[in-house]
Every structure is written in C-alpha cells, then in structure tokens.
C-alpha cells in the first residue's frame, strides 16, 4: 500500500512562492503516478498537477498554469510542487495522491474518485493573504 505524507504548507503574501513536498513509501512506490488536489472551504477537491511514475509526464488544470510546477525525485522518494505568483484563491487544504492510470487529459487524474484505495495523504494548509 501506498504511504503518502505532505509538508511546505503555510501563510504567503500574494505574489509569493512556496513549496510543497510529498513523501512517497511502499513497496510498489515507483509505479504509482502522483496527483497534488486541494480543497478550499466549502469547495470540492479538485486536481492540480499530476506527475506520471517516470515522471516524464506532467499535466496542470488551467488555473494553475505556469504558476505551479510538479517535479519528483525518486532517488529521494519525493514529489514536489513549486507554486510561484500564489493567488489568494489558491488558498486550501492540498493533498497529493497515488493513481495509477497516467496523466494524460483524457486519464481523469484529475478527479478525486481516481485516486487508488488508501492513498490519499492528510493534507498541508496554504494560506494565501496579506
């Protein structure tokens, strides 16, 4: 099974950047495609970025684009989403997640009913003010 556990979250000005992390563990790690969703009060969870087990491929939803960049680390067993120029709507509760069917538009990384059994981690707060 598939263990999954964030950090990087906190309070940034608009504008600002941050960093989140995303430890990955369990025997078949490396196969899984990893997901970062996030949840703001009152709103669904929806898909931010998904990276692909090789991490050869990326995608991004639209409001995210060329603000947030996913990236993973195998050797550290890490994937990681740099988000720059953050908005005060990207405040939410972000979580990163193990699919195993690409990430692809047509592959649905994107919705949260994707996700493999069990592998959903307890989430980061971003908060975005000033």
């Known amino acids: 099974q598939l263990q999954l556990v964030e950090f990087g979250g906190g309070l940034v000005q608009p504008g600002g950047s941050l960093r989140l992390s995303c430890g990955v563990s369990g025997r078949t790690s490396y196969y899984y495609d990893i997901v970062w969703f996030r949840q703001a009060p009152g709103k669904e969870r929806e898909g931010v970025s998904c990276?692909?087990?090789?991490?050869?491929?990326?995608s991004y939803t639209d409001s995210v684009k060329g603000r947030f960049t996913i990236s993973r680390d195998h050797a550290k067993n890490t994937v990681y989403l740099q988000m720059n120029s953050l908005k005060a709507e990207d405040t939410a509760v972000y979580y990163c997640?193990?699919?195993?069917?690409?990430?692809?538009?047509?592959?649905?990384?994107?919705?949260?009913?994707?996700?493999?059994?069990?592998?959903w981690g307890r989430g980061t707060q971003v908060t975005v003010s000033s």
């Open positions: 990276i692909s087990s090789s991490g050869g491929s990326t």
């Open positions: 997640a193990g699919e195993m069917d690409g990430c692809s538009d047509g592959s649905g990384w994107h919705r949260p009913d994707r996700v493999a059994r069990g592998s």
